[in-house]
């Protein structure tokens, strides 16, 4: 290998991708409304105790029994 530093000029030919420059507008909105929906915590159909009635109306709550 030589020790030559290759210079690399700057090209105005490559362009940001669009779908790179909307993820990151989309990315920190959506951040930003999942903080403020979730900063108490999730409720409703979200939260983990809300599916237990409808586990216990189809029998497959646990402890199961192992054959």
Do not use: C
């Amino acid at each position: 290998m030589s020790n030559e530093i290759l210079d690399v000029p700057a090209s105005n030919e490559t362009k940001i991708p669009r779908w790179l420059i909307w993820t990151y507008i989309i990315l920190p909105i959506l951040g930003l409304i999942a903080l403020f929906v979730y900063w108490e915590g999730s409720t409703g159909w979200l939260d983990r105790g809300h599916w237990r009635a409808l586990q216990e109306a189809a029998k497959t709550t646990g402890p199961f029994s192992e054959p």
